[in-house]
C-alpha cells in the first residue's frame, strides 16, 4: 500500500461519511453526527455508514465505488455536505472515489482501535466520528482526546491529545497540543496509556 493509496482512501472514506451519511442524516434529523461501528461507522440517527469496503442501509448494501451521488442515490438519499461548518472534505459529489482495500481495512482498524481506547480511557464517555474533520473523540476537562486518519500536516494516522490552554514541554510536539502516530500505539492499551499521560501532564503530574 503506498501514501498515495492511503491519502486517496482516506478522502473517499471522508467524503462518504460527509456527503452520503452526515449531510443526509442532518436534512432529517438535524444531527451530523457519527459513531464508531463493528466494522466500519454510521450515522448515529440514520444507521447508514461504512462496513469494510461497502456502505450499507437498511438491509441494503453495495460497494465503496463510483461518485458520493450514486452512492447515495443506491441508498434511497442526496448526496449533500452538512451545512454545520465550511471545510470538510473538499470532495465534489460526482467525484470518482479511489477507495484501496488495504488501505480502507488499516484506517477502519485505526478508528476500532481509538474508539476503544476512548471508551476504556473514559468509561461511559462517548466518542463521536465529525464529518468536518474526519476524527474520532471528545473533550474531558478541556481537553481533546481522539484518534484521527490523517491529514494534510501529518498524513499517517495518529492520536492527539489537545488542551484547549496550550502548554509546554517535551510531550507536546504539535501545534495544537500532542500527536502520536497508530504505528507508535500499536495496541489499544498504548493509546489508552497516551491518553493518560496527556491528562496527567495537563494537570502538571
Known sequence: MTEQALAATRRALHAVAELVIAGPQQATTGDIRLHVVPGGFAGMA????????????????????GTCRSLAAAAGLTAVAPDAYEHGSGVDPDEELEVDPAATALLLGWFARGDAALQAFAPGVQGVLWPEHFDVGYALDEVNYGVSPGDDDHPAPYAYVGPWTSRDGPFWNAPFGAVRTAAQLPEVVDVVEFFSRGRAETRGA
Open 46 to 65: 440514520s444507521g447508514v455508514g461504512v462496513d469494510g469496503a461497502d456502505l450499507v442501509w437498511g438491509g441494503g448494501r453495495t460497494r465503496l465505488a
